[in-house]
C-alpha cells in the first residue's frame, strides 16, 4: 500500500474537522429554514402547516398609552394559539424605532380569523375609542 505522507492521526484530524464543519453548516442552514416567519399589517392571508410559529409584527407605540391585544372574537384555539410577544428594535420597513412582534403557533389544520386591535383601555368597546386601530388575518393551517 502507497503511504502518502500524512500520518494516520493527522487524517483523522482533518476527517474529523471536515466532518465538524459540515455539521455546523448543516445546522446554520437548518435554522434559518426553521425559524418563524414574521408578518406584518400588509399581510392579510397567512398559510402555515400545523406545529410552524410564526409572528404578526406591529409598530411598537408605548408612548402614546396604546398597545396591541388579540382582540374578540379570539381565534379557535383548536387551530391557532398565542404564543407570547415581545419588542424588539425596528427595521427600515418598520418606520419607527421599535416594533411589537405577537408569537403564535399553528395547532391542528383548519381555518381561523385572527384579529388584532390597537387600543388604550382595551376594554368593552375599545374598538370605538378614538385612535383604535385593527387588523385582521385570515389564518390557514394545512
Not at 383548519?110 to 383604535?132: K, M, N, S, V, Y
Request: with cysteine; charged share 25%.
Amino acid at each position: 500500500m502507497e503511504n502518502s505522507g500524512i500520518a494516520r492521526g493527522t487524517r483523522a484530524l482533518v476527517i474529523a474537522t471536515a466532518i465538524a464543519a459540515l455539521l455546523i453548516a448543516l445546522q446554520s442552514v437548518f435554522s434559518q429554514l426553521s425559524a418563524p416567519r414574521i408578518y406584518t399589517a400588509d399581510d392579510s392571508e397567512i398559510a402555515v402547516s400545523p406545529g410552524d410559529r410564526f409572528s404578526v409584527q406591529v409598530g411598537e407605540e408605548g408612548a402614546g398609552g396604546y398597545r396591541w391585544i388579540i382582540a374578540d372574537p379570539r381565534p379557535d384555539p383548536a387551530v391557532l394559539r398565542a404564543a407570547g410577544s415581545r419588542v424588539v428594535p425596528g427595521g427600515p420597513r418598520a418606520g419607527s424605532g421599535r416594533v411589537r412582534r405577537l408569537g403564535f403557533r399553528a395547532v391542528r389544520p383548519g381555518r381561523t380569523d385572527l384579529r388584532l386591535l390597537r387600543c388604550r383601555r382595551c376594554g368593552t368597546g375599545a374598538a370605538d375609542e378614538p385612535g383604535a386601530r385593527s387588523l385582521n388575518f385570515r389564518v390557514t393551517v394545512g
